[in-house]
């Protein structure tokens, strides 16, 4: 049970590339979220999924796009990269049903510096 | 809108004293709370949550928190703590489709 995977660990960009940061997860959980740390900022929510198929914006949606077509997956797709990019991925899943909140479960993080 | 506050941005202890994290939130309704620690270059784990029941609930590494809906906190405590405990330590609110807001965190040093 490796519970929730990011890859790549590090990776650098130059400014207008893009990429995708994967996340999977083995806990069958139905919920996933993306999140980025900064800084003195705490995370900030960027997309989430309550399930496959659907996804919905966070509080940073913007310069950034999701997809779920399985309840493993959860990509984070990053067009034209800017240095304000620049930050720590967090990939996170949970559980949930009938209204409950469970607990997220983080992955390891992917550092990201747009250069 | 749900709101986390956590006073302290740093906050640095003796090895072996008594630990207190400080958590506000602003949330209407009844609050599902957690704490979360974050090691150097990890990821976040989860050390404690509060859904419902006793306001008093207990964690993983010796750690508890008390909910105190009067005061709108939910603080964090440890009452020995240890050089291995320094991290940096977030309290966060549940709010809609599971979502979590966070707060910015408290830098916990431990002092020899």
């Known amino acids: 049970n490796a519970g929730v995977t990011q890859t790549p660990k590090f990776r650098i960009l130059k400014i207008g590339q893009s990429m995708t940061l994967q996340c999977a997860q083995d806990?069958?959980?139905?919920?996933m979220y993306w999140y980025r740390q900064d800084p003195g900022m705490g995370l900030k929510l960027i997309y989430y999924?309550?399930?496959?198929?659907?996804?919905d914006k966070g509080e940073v949606p913007n310069g950034y796009n999701v997809s779920r077509s399985t309840t493993e997956d959860f990509p984070l797709r990053l067009e034209l990269a800017a240095p304000s990019q620049t930050s720590v991925y967090f990939c996170?899943?949970?559980?949930?049903?009938?209204?409950?909140?469970?607990?997220?479960?983080f992955g390891p993080g992917t550092r990201l510096t747009v250069t | 809108a749900q709101s986390v506050t956590q006073p302290d941005i740093h906050i640095t202890v003796s090895e072996g004293a008594s630990l207190e994290l400080r958590c506000n939130y602003s949330?209407?309704?009844?609050?599902?709370l957690f704490w979360y620690v974050q090691s150097p270059g990890q990821g976040l784990q989860l050390l404690l949550k509060?859904?419902?029941?006793?306001?008093l609930v207990q964690g993983i590494k010796g750690f508890e928190a008390e909910f105190k809906r009067s005061q709108s906190s939910f603080n964090l405590r440890k009452p020995s703590v240890h050089w291995s405990d320094a991290a940096e330590y977030f309290c966060?609110?549940?709010?809609?489709?599971?979502?979590?807001?966070f707060g910015k965190g408290t830098m916990l040093l431990v002092s020899p």
């Open positions: 996170a899943s949970s559980y949930s049903t009938s209204g409950v909140t469970y607990e997220q479960y």
């Open positions: 806990m069958n959980h139905n919920y």
């Open positions: 999924s309550v399930g496959a198929g659907i996804t």
């Open positions: 949330y209407g309704a009844t609050p599902y």
């Open positions: 509060y859904f419902s029941g006793d306001t």
């Open positions: 966060a609110v549940a709010s809609g489709y599971s979502t979590l807001t």
